[in-house]
């Protein structure tokens, strides 16, 4: 079974307008992290922003929101005021236990900001 | 100079070639990893190193042999690959190894098998 799920292959969304992208995930352990990442045409995978499973509070980084349903096990990230310089691919990462190696990736979601 | 440098950005080998791929941080960090991105799966982890040791090796063909000489630089060395292995191969850092780290990636390898 894939532990990260990001059902939607391509989303467009106007300039200025909000967007949500979805990710679900999927693990037995009570400890995790959660990550998203943009990864623009260049190749580089930047980093937005995490949200760890005993947080209180859904995190925040400028105009990125990470909309954390632990029940429904669903991180999903808002993206707000959207700029033409968002379009790219963003991916879901889950980092499994306190300590671990491994940070699992989902297949991505192609985001395209259009005027 | 900052972050997670790969060279070459691009490369094209023949099957009976033998190259490498380098990877540079100047993060301080101390973990180190090889991911591989084919079109439509996801990202691949293929190997982790903590302080210079190999802690993950996640089933990759000998054809792939890692090397860490020291906590900031990475290789990966190529040889008798096959067209299947085209890709785009990243590298990235954190700073342990541990649940709330990010890893910082570099721009990658575009490696083209012929």
């Known amino acids: 079974a894939q532990k990260i799920t990001q059902t939607q292959p391509g989303m467009f969304v106007q300039e200025k307008e909000a967007v949500t992208l979805d990710c679900t995930y999927d693990t037995s352990d009570p400890s995790y992290g959660l990550f998203w990442y943009k990864q623009p045409s260049s190749g580089e995978m930047i980093f937005l922003i995490y949200?760890?499973?005993?947080?209180?509070q859904n995190a925040t980084e400028g105009r990125y929101s990470l909309n954390f349903q632990k029940a429904r096990k669903s991180a999903n990230l808002v993206i707000s005021a959207s700029q033409l310089g968002d379009s790219a691919m963003y991916f879901c990462a889950m980092r499994e236990g306190w300590s671990t190696d491994k940070l699992i990736f989902g297949t991505g979601t192609r985001l395209q900001v259009f005027p | 100079e900052t972050g997670v440098t790969q060279t070459p950005r691009h490369l094209v080998m023949g099957m009976t070639n033998k190259k490498s791929l380098k990877c540079e941080q100047h993060l301080g960090h101390n973990a180190m990893y090889w991911y591989k991105q084919s079109a439509k799966k996801p990202l691949e982890l293929m190997f982790v190193?903590?302080?210079?040791?190999?802690?993950e090796n996640n089933s990759v063909p000998s054809r792939f042999s890692p090397e860490c000489p020291n906590s900031s630089h990475l290789f990966l060395h190529l040889h008798t690959l096959q067209p299947e292995d085209s890709a785009l191969y990243l590298c990235?850092?954190?700073?342990?190894?541990?649940?709330?780290?990010?890893?910082?990636f570099g721009n990658g390898t575009r490696l083209t098998v012929t």
């Open positions: 949200q760890g499973s005993y947080d209180q």
């Open positions: 190193y903590n302080f210079k040791e190999q802690t």
């Open positions: 990235a850092s954190s700073p342990r190894d541990s649940q709330d780290s990010p890893l910082h």
